[in-house]
């Protein structure tokens, strides 16, 4: 790490590696109108999410849920509808200026099915804190580790997701993160 | 939503492919508010950075609102599970995103396989995936690892 980098992730900061939240329920289960919004959102016709005959001919109990769906509404654990302390990085000492947020990619596996009612709850972990100086500045790469399992305990979903915190109006130039991996 | 190539393909079995065959390659957009607001929509993400032209412009100097992450990824892998047809099984995928989607632009996404198990009792692929805009610029990779049937697939539970 530069020297720049090293005094940006202040002892503070460096100390929030490993703290973690949950396991939160999700406030719902999962629910027709969740799989019709993010088939309406992603276009995607594939009948494995919608048809019980093409489900339990390819071996399924129920229809499976399309794979991304099962995490992306972690959010839900985290806003009015669910636990507020759930959030992980509320609090975070990041610099004030820190308030721009990009996606810069994760890992993930898929362990097993979740369908319709199964209600899901999530942990996360802070693994990692970062900084890297890119061509939009200098960011601060957070990579969180998150478990998704179902009711019955089974784990359907571990990820592995780095956010870059960037400052703001810094992020300004077009291209920024091609060669750091560090956009939206 | 500007889909251009067709919907799921039929079902391809472990026994018939083979490494460097491709992915179908899919095109989507051009990239609207009405895509991004759908997305945010669903993930209950109201981040304006995908929505508010003006915000963005202030707030993050970009020219336009961009595309989240998760819908491009959630496109990525809509080509991935379609090409693997009901009976696949999506194990594990790896994803860098390395350059924006604007309002406006492209989002076309490619794969091929790279890695075969050489057992049919482990039927699994690994394949690389790839992302670019309408310019040919990359704006994603990634890596996944994939099981196809093979001609007794078992049940998943």
């Given at each position: 790490?530069?020297?720049?980098?090293?005094?940006?992730?202040?002892?503070?900061l460096?100390?929030?590696?490993?703290?973690?939240?949950?396991?939160?329920?999700?406030?719902?289960?999962?629910?027709?109108?969740?799989?019709?919004?993010?088939?309406?959102?992603t276009?995607?016709?594939?009948?494995?999410?919608?048809?019980?005959?093409?489900?339990?001919?390819?071996?399924?109990?129920a229809?499976?849920?399309?794979?991304?769906?099962?995490?992306?509404?972690?959010?839900?654990?985290?806003?009015?509808?669910?636990?507020?302390?759930?959030?992980?990085?509320?609090?975070?000492?990041?610099p004030?200026?820190?308030?721009?947020?990009?996606?810069?990619?994760?890992?993930?596996?898929?362990?097993?099915?979740?369908?319709?009612?199964?209600?899901?709850?999530?942990?996360?972990?802070?693994?990692?804190?970062?900084?890297?100086?890119g061509?939009?500045?200098?960011?601060?790469?957070?990579?969180?580790?998150?478990?998704?399992?179902?009711?019955?305990?089974?784990?359907?979903v571990?990820?592995?997701?780095?956010?870059?915190?960037?400052?703001?109006?810094?992020?300004?130039?077009?291209?920024?993160?091609?060669?750091?991996?560090?956009?939206? | 939503?500007?889909?251009?190539?067709?919907?799921?393909?039929?079902?391809?079995?472990?026994?018939?492919?083979?490494?460097?065959?491709?992915?179908?390659?899919?095109e989507?957009?051009?990239?609207?508010?009405?895509?991004?607001?759908?997305?945010?929509?669903?993930?209950?993400?109201?981040?304006?950075?995908?929505?508010?032209?003006?915000?963005?412009?202030?707030?993050?100097?970009?020219?336009?609102?961009?595309?989240?992450?998760?819908?491009?990824?959630?496109?990525?892998?809509?080509?991935?599970?379609?090409?693997?047809?009901?009976?696949?099984?999506?194990?594990?995928?790896?994803?860098?995103?390395?350059?924006?989607?604007?309002?406006?632009?492209?989002?076309?996404?490619?794969?091929r396989?790279?890695?075969?198990?050489?057992?049919?009792?482990?039927?699994?692929l690994?394949?690389?995936?790839?992302?670019?805009?309408?310019?040919?610029?990359?704006?994603?990779?990634?890596?996944?690892?994939?099981?196809?049937?093979t001609?007794?697939?078992?049940?998943?539970?």
């Amino acid at each position: 790490m530069t020297a720049e980098a090293s005094t940006i992730i202040t002892p503070e900061l460096q100390a929030w590696v490993g703290s973690s939240v949950g396991p939160i329920q999700l406030p719902e289960s999962l629910t027709p109108a969740d799989v019709r919004r993010y088939l309406d959102a992603t276009g995607d016709t594939n009948p494995l999410w919608t048809d019980e005959s093409v489900a339990r001919e390819a071996g399924y109990a129920a229809c499976p849920v399309p794979p991304m769906l099962v995490f992306e509404l972690y959010r839900r654990a985290e806003g009015a509808t669910g636990a507020g302390d759930a959030n992980l990085w509320k609090g975070m000492p990041l610099p004030t200026n820190y308030t721009d947020t990009r996606n810069a990619g994760n890992k993930i596996e898929w362990l097993a099915p979740a369908s319709l009612d199964d209600r899901l709850e999530v942990r996360h972990q802070l693994a990692d804190i970062t900084a890297r100086q890119g061509r939009a500045g200098l960011g601060i790469y957070i990579t969180r580790e998150s478990e998704f399992r179902k009711q019955d305990g089974i784990v359907v979903v571990r990820l592995r997701a780095t956010t870059v915190k960037l400052p703001a109006n810094k992020s300004a130039k077009d291209g920024e993160g091609r060669s750091r991996g560090a956009d939206h | 939503m500007g889909v251009i190539s067709a919907a799921t393909s039929a079902q391809p079995w472990f026994v018939d492919v083979q490494v460097g065959d491709q992915i179908p390659t899919r095109e989507f957009g051009p990239l609207t508010i009405l895509e991004t607001v759908r997305w945010a929509g669903f993930q209950e993400n109201w981040a304006r950075l995908h929505f508010d032209r003006d915000y963005v412009r202030e707030h993050s100097g970009l020219r336009t609102f961009i595309a989240s992450g998760a819908y491009r990824q959630a496109l990525l892998l809509r080509v991935v599970t379609d090409w693997i047809g009901t009976r696949g099984w999506l194990r594990k995928v790896n994803v860098r995103q390395t350059s924006p989607t604007y309002e406006g632009d492209l989002m076309r996404f490619s794969g091929r396989i790279v890695e075969k198990s050489e057992s049919p009792a482990d039927p699994w692929l690994v394949c690389e995936l790839q992302g670019e805009n309408q310019d040919g610029q990359q704006i994603m990779t990634g890596r996944c690892t994939v099981t196809l049937p093979t001609r007794a697939a078992e049940p998943k539970g």
